[in-house]
């Protein structure tokens, strides 16, 4: 059996600060991976963020990790990951735990759960966009806003949205009749002020995954966790509240509150029983693995469209079609999201070339053998998909944005835009929903410019424009 390649690095910080730095470069993650890859192979080991981990990329790779098949792998944060969000977090238990959580969550994320929610985004995408033409728009902190209040409306993580929820749906209905009487009352702009220390503490919590593993004041890592304490505080009292009667609502925390309620009465199933914790852990969780995700991916696939102008016109088109067959009113429908099948290819493309989330952990439960070397029980394993994603064998020509790469189904696991196996993304619905009705809006009402050309990302496991993505808008 051959011996796994590769440098460890530096005693205790092993090669992290290579690993960081790359994160900033043109490249991200991908520099670290190819100057690695180039030099051992598709498989090498190192020493990141305060562990032994073995790197590797490939579709063969990519069939025995993800799957998880005999339970030979189970997912694996660093470990700021897991102080950070809690040990009862889906994207941290395995096993049956994990298959429960996942089913509980399952429902309010599925298409029929998602119809109760298409009005508001529907309204918010149009009230967002309305706001653009005649300035300098930073796509990238509008996106990001924007989902933070779709998802804090969706899951109430908000301090006091319950008092608030009645004038946002009756400012909705209004809406649906007269666009231009949609506007935040004194009431609802009282709620999002108020609704700062949350976001604040959100942006700490999100920023402090990839750092070192120090729990010192002033360090990413030590205000990332000081932020979930306080996060969990306010859920802390949101909770009680509920639980009590108060503010009742048809959300998602509702419905595990419910739950958990009725099987601790001794009216229900314990398999629906679910403590604090776990409500606390799962809501930061869907927050953190949902909102830079999406954030990400349509910041991305409005600079790549603007980089290609045919594609952009295609994309019209789709909607425009879409527009001018609709028989009642101007706001886009839930059928309607069923006939934009290059709108579909347009998302699988800007998250093949942007590859959003650059690489997958994995925890070996059991040895097992790859590409001739064997990976002991307990290792950190950690799948290359910038590679997979970038391989020309797959994708000719892997740096151009062609959507017409999806018109034929690819080989398995050649594309993990969404993951793939049991750990695939669990709010692929939702993202999809939100991107294809932001972009309906935006190519039948406007078209816009980008103020600067550069591909460099940030710093963080999301890869995201570094600039924030400044662009002018104006109204078509």
């Known amino acids: 059996m ?8 530096w005693p205790i910080v092993g090669e992290s600060f290579s690993f960081l730095s790359d994160f900033s470069s043109l490249s991200g993650i991908y520099n670290f991976m190819k100057k690695r890859q180039q030099r051992y192979g598709k498989v090498f080991k190192s020493s990141v963020l305060g562990r032994f981990t073995v790197f590797m990329t490939g579709r063969e790779a990519s069939k025995i990790l993800l799957p998880g098949k005999d339970g030979m792998v189970s997912l ?4 700021t990951g897991k102080q950070v969000l809690g040990p009862t977090s889906f994207l941290q238990t395995t096993g049956e735990m994990h298959q429960r959580l996942r089913r509980l969550i399952a429902e309010p994320l599925s298409l029929d ?46 301090p006091s949205l319950n008092a608030v929820s009645g004038k946002i749906n009756k400012s909705l209905n209004i809406a649906v009749h007269s666009q231009s009487e949609w506007k935040y009352d004194n009431e609802l702009r009282a709620h999002w002020r108020g609704a700062g220390k949350v976001w604040a503490n959100f942006k700490i919590i999100s920023s402090s995954f990839a750092s070192l593993p120090f729990k010192i004041p002033g360090i990413a890592f030590y205000r990332g966790i000081q932020a979930r304490d306080r996060m969990y505080a306010m ?29 601790a009465d001794g009216g229900g199933d314990d398999e629906n029983k679910l403590t604090d914790t776990q409500l606390k852990d799962n809501i930061l969780t869907l ?19 603007e980089e290609n102008p045919d594609v952009l016109e295609q994309l019209r088109e789709e909607h425009r079609q879409i527009q001018a067959n609709r028989k009642d009113g101007e706001y886009l429908t839930c059928s309607e999201l069923n006939k934009m099948p290059f709108t579909a290819k347009v998302i ?7 590859t959003i ?29 910038v590679s997979i994603h970038h391989d020309p064998e797959v994708f000719p020509d892997p740096q151009k944005f062609d959507p017409s790469r999806f018109d ?41 410019s980008a103020l600067e050309k550069d591909d460099s990302v940030q710093p963080t496991l999301v890869r995201m424009p570094k600039n924030k993505y400044p662009i002018v808008v104006e109204s078509l």
Not at 287 to 305: N, P, Q, R
């Open 2 to 9: 051959e011996q796994i390649p590769g440098s460890m690095g």
């Open 76 to 79: 694996n944060l660093f470990y």
């Open 113 to 158: 759960g998602l119809k109760n929610y298409f009005q508001f985004i529907n309204m918010l995408a149009i009230q967002t966009l309305d706001q653009w033409p005649g300035r300098t728009v930073f796509f990238l902190e509008e996106a990001s806003t924007v989902e933070f209040w779709l998802f804090s409306q969706k899951n109430i993580i908000l």
């Open 235 to 263: 859920l802390d009292s949101i909770i009680s509240k509920r639980r009590n009667g108060e503010g009742f609502q048809q959300d998602f925390l509702e419905s595990l509150i419910m739950k958990h309620s009725k099987a």
């Open 287 to 305: 927050l953190v693995a949902g909102h830079d995700t999406t954030t990400a991916a349509l910041t991305w696939l409005m600079k790549f469209l």
């Open 348 to 354: 699988s493309e800007t998250l093949r070339r942007a």
């Open 357 to 385: 989330l650059p690489w997958f952990s994995r925890k070996a439960a059991q040895d097992f053998e790859i590409d001739g070397y064997k990976i002991k029980k307990g290792w950190s394993v950690n799948l290359d998909v």
């Open 408 to 448: 034929e189904p690819l080989k398995p696991f050649s594309f993990l835009g969404f993951g793939s196996g049991p750990r695939m993304c669990p709010g692929i619905n939702l993202a999809k929903l939100e991107i294809s009705i932001f972009i309906h809006y935006l190519a039948c009402r406007y078209r816009w």
